[in-house]
């Protein structure tokens, strides 16, 4: 494993750790300013706590940051997984600052996650994307822009006019809405190289594709959420997001992006071990959103 690989290895765990100790803080001061109002009756603004804005910039800025590093050095293939993976700084969070007790199942699913996340960082992903390689592939990255509108515009369909699947559909919904975000961090990388270069119609087009991505993933994944907590459980829910923005980035990153897996054995189990156990602890994020 080279010094490039380990770096963006590391910039997605870093990336992880920001977005969900920054929900877990976030989390924890919320409930700490809203006892504090009802015993005071006096009420201010969130912004005007110092700590509250701390966990905001951590999950939004920081994480961000650290993510868009990841994509540079590692391709979204294997950043994603990683970064997906460090859930468990979620529940070190919630168990260190909001004192939440771990049951058996939830051991159990740290393990699957820290294992996953050993295999998939062992499974030999090559191939960083690149301007050039994003040009080579402008085919490719719009069939599977097409096909991930189809399936967004059908998940949307059926959580509108039917009931009973409507948990599944808009888990299906918000992964494909998370997809956008996760790509926005791929792209990123490529706005930054198209600049460097003097290369202005390109920047232009990543700028815009980060914008489109950003906010459509981030509009489109509140949405998701609201509609899904207020009309059922979080394990019929979650789950299926999980399993969604999991795969179609890595989708992006093998047929797309042409990033090559030279360990198969390796980085595959590792993804569902990493999906297994985020599923498992699929609650406790739910407590933590």
Do not use: H
């Not at 004192?99 to 992903?125: H, M, P, R, S, W």
């Not at 792209?187 to 594709?209: C, D, G, N, Q, T």
């Amino acid at each position: 494993m080279d010094l490039q690989t380990l770096i963006g290895i590391f910039a997605a765990l870093a990336a992880a750790f920001f977005a969900q100790f920054g929900l877990v803080i976030q989390k924890k001061r919320v409930n700490t300013l809203e006892k504090r109002f009802a015993e005071t009756g006096i009420k201010k603004a969130y912004a005007a706590d110092p700590v509250w804005l701390l966990a905001i910039f951590m999950n939004v800025v920081l994480a961000v940051i650290c993510n868009s590093v990841a994509n540079a050095k590692i391709g979204i293939a294997l950043s994603v997984p990683i970064f997906n993976g460090g859930i468990v700084f979620l529940v070190i969070g919630l168990v260190l600052i909001c004192k939440e007790k771990l049951t058996k199942l939830n051991y159990f699913a740290v393990f699957l996650l820290v294992a996953g996340l050993i295999l998939a960082g062992c499974g030999d992903v090559t191939g960083t994307p690149t301007v050039s390689v994003f040009k080579e592939n402008l085919i490719p990255f719009a069939l599977f822009m097409g096909a991930l509108f189809v399936l967004a515009l059908a998940a949307f369909l059926i959580q509108k006019k039917f009931s009973k699947p409507m948990m599944i559909a808009l888990g299906v919904l918000a992964g494909c809405f998370m997809t956008l975000n996760l790509l926005m961090g791929q792209i990123i990388p490529l706005a930054v190289e198209a600049a460097a270069a003097k290369e202005w119609l390109w920047a232009a087009v990543f700028v815009a594709l980060i914008v489109f991505f950003g906010g459509a993933g981030t509009l489109g994944n509140i949405f998701c959420n609201q509609k899904a907590f207020k009309n059922g459980n979080a394990i019929n829910y979650l789950p299926i997001v999980i399993a969604i923005q999991n795969i179609l980035p890595v989708i992006v990153g093998v047929f797309v992006l042409r990033q090559e897996i030279g360990r198969v054995f390796c980085f595959y189990p590792g993804l569902l071990l990493i999906i297994a156990g985020a599923v498992l602890l699929s609650d406790m994020q739910a407590d933590a959103a």
